[in-house]
């Protein structure tokens, strides 16, 4: 199987000395967290979960975790961002935040935007963010970035090594901006295995249809779960009660990519683990604060391989019907793979 590699554009050098040492007559730290639709979106959500508790944990100072949502980037509509940047700069004029930390893409893209105006020389951290979502030529000294990198034939080769008699495999993806984005992408990376599976898109249709659709999918059957923050009929769909939902009435089981998913209604396999992502953006949060004199990190010139523990689903199941589809093995597939690579560019 290939694997579902984990990307950090930040090289995480050794510590020279203590994290304590540099809290001696240091004040609170606050940052400034944004996110990117709102609090509760999944996956950046549990993105953000973990970053609070790793931060809390890591930190050697107390932080004050100040943070606001991208309400507009739900349905692609940059005209209030003007006012948002300007709601920001006035309420951080006096006292700017320590540092930034966007989670997710469409806040990623909100920030590169507006870096200029919005608080341009204070040190931001992209984090919970596909590498693909990142402007790279736009990144500026006072930039670091902890990226994942999507690995979909890595999705489908899972699929049909534990599923080989698969012949569909129904895609649940939803029309917010961030995912028609993605929507094309996938459309490019399956397009290898369109002799060995056909794909049917769900982009089109509302989270309703779905699951009035989904107890009578065809034999031979597998859904993937990429995400649905918004259907087709306008309709948002902030928690994970929607693939709750799904699983209650699928016929086919369930795979998807992201550790923040994983749980009773997944299969298993290859994922982004929250855990580790965020115990990384903490550490760069952690380092950057520590510094007296921010410094840059030249790019080697070859990535450095390390590997970490792949995670699968604790059940092999998707609703009563799709069990009979799930061997035993699927618990264990993906166990101990090599998972993460990272990368140092600038900061």
């Known amino acids: ?27 609170q730290k606050d ?19 973990g970053v609070r508790t790793e ?4 930190s050697p100072w107390p ?46 893209g909100f920030v590169q935007r507006h870096r200029q105006q919005l608080l341009a020389t204070t040190p931001m951290v992209f984090t919970a963010v596909e590498q693909r979502r990142v402007q790279r030529s736009d990144l500026t000294e006072n930039d670091a970035v902890v990226a994942v990198a999507h690995d979909f034939p890595a999705i489908v080769d899972n699929i049909l090594r534990i599923l080989p008699e ?19 992408e996938m459309r490019r990376e399956f397009a290898p295995f369109a002799n060995r599976v056909s794909f049917e ?20 059957t597998a859904i993937y779960w990429h995400s649905l923050n918004i259907d087709a009929a306008a309709v948002v769909h902030a928690s994970e009660t ?23 209604e997944i299969v298993g396999g290859p994922m982004h683990s929250v855990l580790n992502l965020s115990r990384e953006t903490a550490a760069v949060v952690v380092r950057i604060l520590g510094w007296a004199a921010r410094r840059r990190v030249k790019s080697p010139s ?16 998707a609703g009563a019907s799709a069990r009979v589809y799930c061997p035993r093995e699927a618990r264990c597939v993906s166990v101990n793979r090599p998972h993460g690579r990272f990368t140092a560019y600038k900061f």
């Open 242 to 264: 929607s693939l709750s939902k799904l699983y209650a009435v699928a016929n086919a089981p369930i795979f998807t990519f992201d550790g923040s998913f994983f749980g009773q």
């Open 63 to 108: 932080v004050n975790i100040i943070e606001h949502s991208l309400l507009s980037a739900l349905h692609g509509d940059e005209n209030p961002e003007g006012s948002f940047v300007s709601y920001l700069r006035a309420l951080f004029s006096k006292d700017p935040p320590d540092i930034i930390l966007s989670m997710g893409a469409p806040a990623a």
């Open 55 to 58: 931060l809390n944990r890591q």
């Open 31 to 49: 940052i400034l967290m944004l996110h990117s639709f709102g609090r509760d979106f999944k996956p950046w959500s549990e993105y953000a979960k």
């Open 166 to 184: 698969t012949k569909t495999i129904a895609v649940v993806v939803g029309a917010s901006p961030n995912e028609r984005f993605w929507l094309q």
């Open 201 to 220: 898109w769900y982009n089109d249709r509302s989270f309703a249809e779905i699951l009035q659709q989904a107890p009578a999918l065809p034999p031979h």
């Open 302 to 317: 070859r990535p450095a391989d390390l590997h970490r523990r792949s995670m699968t689903g604790g059940n092999c199941n």
């Open 1 to 27: 199987m290939r694997r579902l590699t984990v990307f950090s554009l930040v090289l995480l050098v050794a510590c020279v000395a203590c994290p304590a040492a540099f809290a001696a007559g240091q004040p």
